[in-house]
């Protein structure tokens, strides 16, 4: 068994990355399920959840789940987690690490790179490019002009680095989180993908069938 973990910046194509390497491999690739996974083990709707993720130092969503969660409890009748630190980490944790026992997967974000590092048949990639390629990508994407676009990536990649420090206390900019950095910008989707597989295969001795 085998597993890559993808970390990317904003603008970099990671889907289509993930796609086509979980075509070529076979594999199944673990991005935004993994939201309706941690929605359903806490007991919490898939928004609570996404929202949650892109702003992991929220003091008005943690205040508010601390002093309310058990008032909201008695009022709703349902069962209902409730979403905390704690409880967010540790149910991402143990299904990425759940992921990584049972099935070959390309894991896209979810702070893979640190929460499988060190484990061995692990694949840490990272996606690059430019600033100014990142810029035209997501003008292009959402039809937005160029100040959005910049704000947009800004607002982006502050989330993912907030994220890896609050949890991880690491750069996610780091190298030595990543056995590969691929620039996106310098090499098309195709040639990035092979370039996965071949490390992957020097890495783990894995053979793409």
Same mark, same amino acid.
């Given at each position: ?12 194509e ?6 086509l ?109 430019? #600033? ?5 990508? *997501?003008?292009?994407? $959402?039809?937005? +002009?160029? =100040?959005? &676009?910049?704000? /947009?990536?800004?607002?982006? #990649?502050?989330?993912a680095?907030?994220? *890896?420090?609050?949890? $991880?206390?690491? +750069?996610? =900019?780091? &190298?030595?989180? /990543? ?13 990035g ?17």
């Amino acid at each position: 068994m085998a597993v890559i973990t993808i970390n990317k910046e904003c603008g970099t194509e990671s889907e289509k990355v993930a796609t086509l390497l979980a075509k070529k491999l076979g594999w199944e690739y673990i991005g935004d399920q993994l939201v309706a996974k941690i929605a359903k083990e806490l007991h919490i709707s898939k928004s609570e959840v996404e929202a949650f993720r892109r702003d992991a130092q929220s003091r008005i969503l943690r205040f508010v789940d601390r002093y309310t969660c058990s008032l909201i409890q008695k009022v709703v009748d349902r069962e209902r987690g409730c979403l905390d630190d704690s409880s967010y980490f540790d149910a991402t944790k143990g299904l990425v690490e759940k992921i990584y026992e049972e099935k070959q997967a390309i894991i896209l974000g979810w702070g893979g790179q640190c929460l499988l590092r060190g484990k061995p048949d692990v694949l840490h990639v990272r996606l690059t490019k430019d #600033e100014e390629g990142k810029i035209e990508t *997501i003008m292009k994407r $959402f039809k937005i +002009d160029r =100040k959005a &676009a910049q704000d /947009y990536i800004h607002r982006e #990649e502050g989330d993912a680095k907030s994220l *890896i420090k609050h949890y $991880f206390n690491e +750069d996610w =900019k780091d &190298a030595n989180l /990543y056995d590969l950095i691929v620039d996106v910008g310098k090499t098309s989707i195709e040639d990035g993908v092979d370039t996965i597989i071949v490390n992957l295969k020097q890495k783990t001795g894995y053979a793409a069938g």
